[in-house]
């Protein structure tokens, strides 16, 4: 059935582009499992949000999960942050060495860090780990200019990150979008004239979201903190097997 329409041509993992990068707010280890099942071919990286690592009650039999599935995983950037702060960096990275974890996110959204710092971090990190690094503030009232935006991601790329992060939250109502969830437009327009779209993850939560930047930039673009029950449905978004983007498959 898979050859019954003639679909968007789609990348296969490990990609490079058109990742999909899954928000994990505390799923078990059955509910892992339940995800591989449905649409492990789907996910690309696996984020455990926020700090919940440092107190989900399953944090190695689901690792072993996500391991097997051969889904790489990624603890937070606030949780990055936070360790920064409490000079508690270097412990985290070999906690990370010793649960075999391979990525690693960077992030400024929630503490203040000199961005030079923030590039010379990830410039030592990356020679250890796959870097996520991250543009744009989680408090919806701190508009950065676009010019900025650009400048930050340029910098991160050539720092080392594998891909740089478009901030939205969890909620898809901050950075890359209003408060209200709506797409800042203009501001992604300045951010992909200087910047090639498959080198930015773009977060967003929200179906509407997801719709918009899979018309503007086709199946292939990177979606990040998509919840685990949406990955089936991005992907019918990407492919044109949803109303919203069918037009892609008929036209």
């Known amino acids: 059935m898979a050859e019954l329409l003639d679909l968007p041509d789609r990348s296969d993992k490990p990609r490079q582009k058109g990742l999909t990068h899954v928000l994990d707010r505390g799923l078990s280890v059955a509910e892992v499992d339940g995800l591989a099942e449905v649409a492990g071919e789907y996910v690309d990286v696996v984020k455990l949000g926020w700090g919940?690592?440092?107190r989900t009650g399953n944090l190695k039999p689901k690792l072993e999960r996500y391991r097997a599935h051969e889904i790489?995983?990624?603890f937070g950037g606030t949780l990055t942050e936070l360790a920064i702060a409490q000079n508690r960096l270097e412990p985290l990275i070999e906690w990370l060495r010793e649960l075999?974890?391979?990525y690693i996110e960077v992030s400024?959204?929630?503490i203040e860090l000199r961005h030079d710092d923030k590039l010379e971090l990830i410039e030592r990190l990356s020679k250890e780990f796959t870097v996520?690094?991250?543009v744009g503030s989680k408090d919806d009232t701190r508009i950065m200019a676009p010019y900025r935006w650009v400048e930050q991601i340029e910098r991160e790329l050539e720092a080392g990150a594998w891909k740089v992060i478009a901030e939205a939250r969890e909620s898809g109502t901050a950075g890359i979008f209003r408060h209200d969830g709506e797409v800042r437009m203009g501001l992604i327009d300045e951010i992909v004239h200087a910047v090639e779209p498959?080198?930015?993850l773009f977060e967003a939560p929200q179906k509407d979201q997801q719709v918009w930047f899979v018309r503007r930039f086709g199946a292939d673009v990177?979606?990040?903190?998509?919840?685990p029950e949406d990955v089936l449905s991005l992907e019918t978004i990407r492919l044109g097997l949803r109303s919203d983007t069918?037009?892609?498959v008929y036209e």
């Not at 990177?222 to 919840?227: A, F, K, M, Q, V």
């Open 222 to 227: 990177n979606l990040g903190n998509i919840p």
């Open 52 to 54: 919940t690592s440092l």
């Open 108 to 110: 400024d959204g929630t």
């Open 198 to 200: 498959e080198k930015i």
């Open 246 to 248: 069918a037009s892609s």
């Open 100 to 102: 075999g974890l391979t």
């Open 132 to 134: 996520l690094s991250e």
């Open 72 to 74: 790489p995983v990624v």
